[in-house]
């Protein structure tokens, strides 16, 4: 098992020339996955824009780097030239202070509406008796930069039946017909990037499993491949093929509740439960493999923490022949329903052209038609010793891409069953040991069920790494769900926002926690408005 | 998909109607047998070395030092079960599964298998669809409540060992009793008897001393460190 | 003597918690679920303490709540869903219950003008709370309706013709043999005007937080909720009397319109748990298509009975 190496090529430029660089390597052919900024102290604000050239040539990545001045950071923004670096350089703006010139819509995302107020201006000063923050509402109304047409607008959330988790879309509606919308994150910030530094890399893995739910191995995966990277070792083969397995497991029941989700947002309840109902046959596997239903908690660094025995893949091989009858049996209830296939079809179209030039990553892309996922492109685990393929769809609509889902249910299915053959008979060694990691730095990708996932962790030698930066699907596709509502039905949105399927708590990654009562947040500043 | 096909798939979820439902009640369905739940510590094995409170990473266990004694106990609320501490304890004092603790639950439990039966090994009860009936169940669940009652019962479980007092000046050590004699017998089992019964007396006047007087009389007890490795 | 037709509302009341208790049954079951009981065990008491039906359980629940009225609201916010209470009441007594009603030669209009006012008044109660999710849902309501009654008036219209009366007393019969066209035409425009599955549009939760009823609670949801019940009856009874009904008397008269009720009933129920929601523009679109071709049909069928042959 040869794993391709992955080709990291960091570069260090000038901030003047950062925009001819970026069109250059734009040219070539790459994505643009990110940019991230970390404050360097002295050494001023690192600012990192990493591009992938996987699609074309395996395991290929190119990191630009530039220093900032730490009193006056400014740099020029290249969402001009790519709309890939839209979303990122907003985060730049809000966490960092760095005045980005030349961005076309530079509002806030994540932090709440009046923050200047909260931290620039006057600091909220404690009650002498009760130790609590005046929670009085301002005297000046909130400044609300969001919307500014003059139509009727629509919100959707904080908390919206369309949305499970918390976040703000706003919609100015014309006769039901989405003129402009605009989306405000920050409801689940957890701080959980700021919080890694400060932990050694053993509870760091425990930490990235609960920045999402639902995709919680791929989030542990991810850390602790970048870990094992660093420290150059090599995960037994068992190790690699019972990650594949979770990871797919995983997937399953992802899609599975995603689809299911489709359905209930257009009305189709009957589909929902009748998902859930086939995914609580998964959950079983899960608990039995991991122990728990959700965080799974079974990757360790080096390898698995505990052993797949022989009677647990085949408890999972006999759920797998469950599912094989009943879960194509659902996906023809599904299909065979002509009023939810009208709902879905010529509904948000993602055009090829577009999808690329915006950088639309997991289903949303092979919805449309595009060949991206990392599994094949730059492979992890065991996925190179498993037979499969990319599943891509050509209808570019919300249709295609609950099709997506749907086959690579089945095609996630196909590989967990070559996985548990496999496992019965790999040599039982679990986990490598992870001794000494030295300085250095490394990214690693996965393919989480929304798409790829990246984490960046810089190590300084001691037991905390120096900053770790993550990047899930969703920070790209909400971006590019937000433009497919622009000009749809009203009645369509949900539809939308289901099949592209946004997980903010994984965008957001931070919790308030309220200790002792002591660090009391205005929950209030937090709502966009009152 | 042709109109037959259709016609089909409706019929399939028109028949939903006549099978039994799939919605079990809490606790009824499937658990498998390593489902993680909250720590139990078996308190004639823990000797409180700390080693949990260490590698916890959602700091729910709490070692705290008071007068001559050491309390160890973990928070249920802010357990992440995730079973690290059960991974590094030396003593295998932790345990993370559902399994009942007294005789009665044990029997109980029996009982439980077989009604039900078990699949493999993997999981421990399946009552899926038998639940109108098994009052054997309900009473169950109602033991789960009593021994992890969350709301009058603190779900931790503290354990209270005796601190270790410095046998030269009397001060108070940051270790117990029970682990210093845990290690002493865990160094000497590996020892010949005629070589332990040397080794013995040194080694417990080493262990007993506060670290300052070590350092004092360390020469002249002849206890270097070095001698035990 | 008092006419026995007084006890009509209490008759609809009772039926229609059975009815919507069904329905919700039914689409529990298609969904492999448990859905509410009937009666609960004992031991059950530490999950569920309702022994009666659950959607009077509900309506009791309701009424026991604090009923809070917006600020922006306007006082037809609280005329809306009392005043749409009394026509659903007033349209029980026209519709025989087992062949029991008032009945005068206009019957079938005056029915017309009470379920028709009675949407009203509930769009009416609505928009005044000035929630823009309300005033979705009334704009939504009010297309539907616009769509939907033509096959609902064409289709008793045309067993007026056949039998030359506008008295329902007069033209009840198992008419689904004489005209099945009008049958089709005015089942498929009661299911629309209970926002059954494909046409839940005006209360779509997922899209417009229940559109017209976003901001009753309490006791005034109370009241929207037993004229919603009540509604359920008068429709499935008013298409059992036009298009199901034995002539008969005494006990037998209740046999078969009961078995009628549940009859189609079920058939509501099926329907409401197998389809997703149409779209506002597709909805209408559909009804003017089919339910209207289908009343045309109907009211061609009539007259070729009536006048030509």
Redesign the interface.
Known sequence: MSKPHLNLIIREIKADTLGEEVSDLLEKGARMIYTSGVDMGVRGIQVNYYFCFDHHEPSQHTILRTYLDRKNPVIHSVTPVTSQADWSERELIEFLGITVEGHPNPTHLWLPLDWKEIYTGEKPVAHPDTERINTAPPVKPLKDNIVTLPL????YGPY???FIESNYLKMS?ED?VVRKADLKLGFNHRGIIKLMERRDYYKDLFLAERVCGICNTHHSLSFAMSVEDLAAVEVPQKAQMARTLLCEMERIQSHLLSIGLI?????????L??AI?IREEMQDCLEVVSGQRVTHGLIALGGIRRDITENQTDFILSKLKIMKKSVPQFFDQCQS?D??M??LKDVGILKRENALKSGAIGPVARGSGLRIDVRKNSPFAAYEDVDWDIVTENGCDCLARIKVKMRETLMSMHICEQCCDKIKIAPSSLAAKVNELPCGETISRSEAPRGELLYHVVSNGTNTPAFVRIRVPTFINARIMLELIHGC??????AIISSVDPCYSCTDRVTIFKGKEQSIVDMRSLGGRR | MNTIGKFKA?GE??T??F?N???V?ETFGFVAKNFRWMPRRDADKCTGCGACNERCSSGATNITDIGTERTISIDGLRCIFCGRCADVCPEHALELTIEPDTEEEKKFRSELLKTTGDVGDTCVRSLRGSDEDSEVS?KYTEQINVSYGSEEKNPAIDTTLKLQRCTVCGEVMPVTEKHLNVIMERVLKNLKPETAAIVKKDMELYLTTCISCRRMHSLEWNTHPRKFT | MIDAAWLNPVIAFSIGILLSFKLRK??????????PLIWLPD?WHD?NRSKVLQPLYDIIKLFSKQTIIPSTATPFFIAGPILALMCAVLATLFVPVAGISFDYSFSLVVLFYLLMGEILFIIMGGISSAS??S??GG?REIDLMLANEIPFILGTFALAITFDTLSIQQMMGFNILINPFAALAVLLSIIVKLHI??F??PE??????NGLTTEYGGKLLGVLETARIIMVFVLIALFVDLFLWIPSSGALAWVIFLAGVIATGVLIG?MN??????????ATRWLFKIPLLVSVLAIGWAVLWRYVL
């Open positions: 009727t607008t629509i919100p919206h039946p369309a509606v039901e359905g209930d947002l257009t009305g189709f309840r009957t589909m439960m009748h109902r329903n009023v939810l009208g709902r039905w009203l009645a369509d949105v949900p | 409706f979820l028109i939903n109607v099978r439902p799939v919605t009640r309900f | 039914i689409s529990a079951r298609v969904q492999s679920r448990r859905g031991r999950i823009l999710f005033a979705i704009v599955k494909p839940d549009i779509a939760d997922t899209e417009i937080v099926f748990s197998l389809f997703a929601r149409f779209r506002i523009d597709q």
